[in-house]
């Protein structure tokens, strides 16, 4: 007799979404979460993006961490204020990019970017 093979159940995973007031707090959050992510070896992924005029940093993960690591994961995103759960279509687009990453097989993926005001001169920035 023949068993019939079904996909797993998608695993509920874990979403932390933070709101900042400016680009440059989100930008000094994101690089501490994603640091910690890498440090603590969690298997997560840090986002960081505008949706309308205001910035965030999600953080996604397959599963909860545990709880020594989840405190640090909070205390880190601590300076932003809480969002309760993101539109579907946003979340959706990063689960997917999360996706789409891990199918690639690499270990993590940096993308690092400093923050420019605008109308600013690099002796200006330093």
Same mark, same amino acid.
Request: glycine share 6%.
């Given at each position: 007799?023949? &068993?019939? =093979? #079904?996909?797993?159940?998608? &695993?509920?995973?874990? =979403?932390? +979404?933070?709101?900042?007031?400016?680009?440059?707090?989100?930008?000094? +959050?994101? $690089? @501490?979460?994603?640091?910690?992510?890498? /440090?603590?070896?969690?298997?997560?992924?840090?986002? &960081?993006?505008?949706?309308?005029?205001?910035?965030?940093?999600?953080?996604?993960?397959?599963? *909860?961490? !545990?709880? %020594?690591?989840? !405190?640090?994961?909070?205390?880190?995103? !601590? /300076?932003?204020?809480? +969002?309760? $759960?993101?539109?579907?279509?946003?979340?959706? $687009?990063?689960?997917?990019?999360? #996706?789409?990453?891990?199918? @690639?097989? !690499?270990?993590?993926?940096?993308?690092? *970017? &400093?923050?420019?005001? %605008?109308?600013?001169?690099?002796?200006?920035? =330093?």
């Amino acid at each position: 007799m023949e &068993r019939e =093979t #079904r996909p797993e159940p998608e &695993r509920p995973g874990w =979403t932390l +979404v933070r709101r900042f007031s400016d680009p440059r707090s989100a930008l000094q +959050v994101f $690089e @501490t979460a994603r640091d910690l992510l890498l /440090s603590e070896d969690l298997e997560a992924s840090a986002f &960081r993006f505008l949706f309308g005029e205001q910035s965030f940093v999600a953080l996604i993960g397959d599963e *909860t961490p !545990a709880p %020594p690591a989840l !405190a640090r994961v909070h205390e880190a995103l !601590a /300076s932003g204020t809480p +969002v309760g $759960e993101l539109p579907e279509s946003i979340l959706q $687009e990063l689960q997917g990019r999360r #996706r789409a990453f891990k199918s @690639t097989g !690499a270990g993590f993926l940096e993308r690092r *970017t &400093r923050f420019q005001p %605008p109308n600013t001169t690099e002796d200006e920035r =330093t």
